[in-house]
């Protein structure tokens, strides 16, 4: 079945940087897109960035130029380079594939 496998996350200060992991196995990883969601207390889940197969990526405008969305697919890994964190991306970010299937997500918190 389709698993998705989150990790990275963790405490770092203001200006720092986080390297998340999103393994996947139990479907054709290498031809479909993955995206990062992300949800803060309180909030509702936003999408944060995604890349396709093909390795065209999109991102929410409050990430552009400080995060970097990458794929492995030798790995069945989806990446999520985030730089110059803010208190504000402090959030569960969560991996997507195939609209329905969520990992179960890892924590960031940014402090100030």
């Known amino acids: 079945q389709v698993q998705l496998v989150e990790s990275g996350g963790g405490l770092v200060q203001a200006g720092g940087s986080l390297r998340l992991s999103c393994a996947a196995s139990?479907?054709?990883?290498?031809?479909?897109?993955i995206r990062w969601y992300r949800q803060a207390p309180g909030k509702e889940r936003e999408l944060v960035a995604g890349?396709?197969?093909?390795?065209?990526?999109n991102y929410v405008d409050s990430v552009k130029g400080r995060f970097t969305i990458s794929r492995d697919n030798a790995k069945n890994t989806v990446f999520l380079q985030m730089n110059s964190l803010k208190p504000e991306d402090t959030a569960v970010y969560y991996c997507?594939?195939?609209?329905?299937?969520w990992g179960k997500g890892t924590l960031v918190t940014v402090s100030s």
């Open positions: 139990g479907f054709r990883f290498s031809i479909n897109a």
């Open positions: 997507n594939t195939l609209l329905h299937y």
């Open positions: 890349i396709t197969g093909g390795g065209d990526t």
